[in-house]
């Protein structure tokens, strides 16, 4: 009986999906059905899909995904994309990437489809917002700063420099361990991803990508981004999740040129908070150093020394991996008091809407905190 009521309800999901589908275009694949679509940006639209036969021998797929794609013509972007995640290859820490499938739309047209792990959790952007300018909970911190920064050193341990890493790139995914969080953090969004440069010869690109509240120094003054300016980022990232608020808070309406301007020709850092203990201003400090001479930044996560598992250490004094019970306990890295929010960790299910999702490059065009961009530049900006 018990198996009767799973086949209804799969077989519920599947009609509720092609039900959904009267937006869909780029037709179905071999083994799943073309959802409604949940996102929209620059470079493709991102749909939800569901599997055909849930129990069949296309088991290498989930029952649900995200579908990103993009007539063939217009679809180079996203082809890059799936070009740098099977290069990167499998990590627990970066949204997983299923394969592609090119299809036949209800014109005739030609699509290109990336099969990408569905973050139904939504993104760390929406967590933080929740936490109401509050910030999260310091065993959130710490649990999620620890995932991100592990999938940061494989991207970069594979040659890639991410390019465009912020809470809204960061996807949820449930945890299926059963213990512990209900959603583990995973890196998503690679379509502003680039190799990192091989040697000092290397010519630099004539433009930076990436959301401009996120960029570094160097990155806005001579378009040097290398895996410096995603730890730059990451420093970002840990600030918004300690503080609930933007890195620029008090900036918002500054228009993108003159924000450039104040990181790339003042060479300012965001400011760090002195609610932060000594250890966490330490660490961010870190994350924001840079040279004097401005040319390239150097922060302390490449030295010749440097070990991801003792910055870890530094950073997380109570070393719990992922699946395991969080809590504050041994944790001195960020708070005098013990609490960064006041708060205790509770299950955050996250809304399922175009915003939320994973994967989807935002289409807030007159939000210089959401856009990602690639143009070019004059240097000294």
């Known amino acids: 009986m018990k198996r009767k009521r799973e086949v209804e309800f799969q077989c519920e999901k599947v009609e509720e999906v092609k039900q959904r589908s009267t937006d869909k275009c780029g037709g179905d694949g071999v083994a799943w059905f073309r959802g409604s679509m949940i996102g929209k940006g620059s470079f493709g639209s991102v749909y939800l899909a569901n599997l055909k036969k849930p129990r069949s021998r296309f088991g290498c797929f989930p029952e649900v995904m995200a579908v990103k794609s993009a007539e063939m013509s217009v679809s180079g972007s996203i082809q890059k994309e799936r070009e740098a995640l099977s290069n990167i290859g499998r990590c627990p820490n970066i949204i997983q990437c299923f394969g592609d499938e090119i299809t036949t739309g209800e014109n005739g047209e030609m699509v290109y489809n990336m099969l990408l792990e569905f973050g139904s959790g939504g993104t760390l952007a929406d967590l933080i917002k929740k936490s109401g300018e509050s910030g999260l909970s310091e065993s959130e911190v710490r649990y999620y700063a620890r995932s991100i920064l592990r999938g940061i050193h494989h991207i970069h341990e594979l040659g890639y420099v991410h390019c465009d890493l912020k809470p809204e790139n960061i996807l949820l995914v449930p945890n299926k361990n059963g213990v512990g969080a209900k959603f583990k953090v995973k890196i998503g969004d690679f379509g502003l991803a680039k190799r990192a440069k091989q040697n000092k010869k290397r010519k630099l690109d004539p433009y930076w990508r990436g959301t401009p509240i996120y960029l570094s120094p160097e990155v806005v003054t001579d378009c040097i981004q290398e895996p410096p300016s995603d730890i730059w980022a990451f420093g970002c990232i840990v600030l918004e999740m300690v503080t609930g608020k933007p890195p620029w808070f008090g900036k918002e309406d500054m228009d993108a040129e003159a924000l450039l301007h104040m990181i790339g020709e003042g060479y300012e850092s965001p400011k760090i908070p002195n609610k932060i203990s000594r250890e966490g201003r330490e660490f961010l400090k870190g994350c924001f150093f840079e040279e004097s001479d401005g040319e390239e930044c150097s922060c302390s996560f490449y030295s010749d020394d ?55 490059i935002s289409t807030q065009a007159n939000s210089v905190q959401q856009c990602p961009v690639t143009f070019p530049i004059p240097s000294g900006v």
């Open 306 to 360: 440097y070990s991801y598992e003792l910055d870890e250490e530094f950073l997380f004094s109570s070393r719990s991996e992922e699946g395991e019970e969080i809590d504050s306990r041994g944790f001195s890295g960020f708070s005098e008091e013990g609490k960064l929010g006041g708060q205790e960790l509770t299950d955050t299910t996250g809304s399922i809407t175009a915003s939320s999702l994973n994967d989807v």
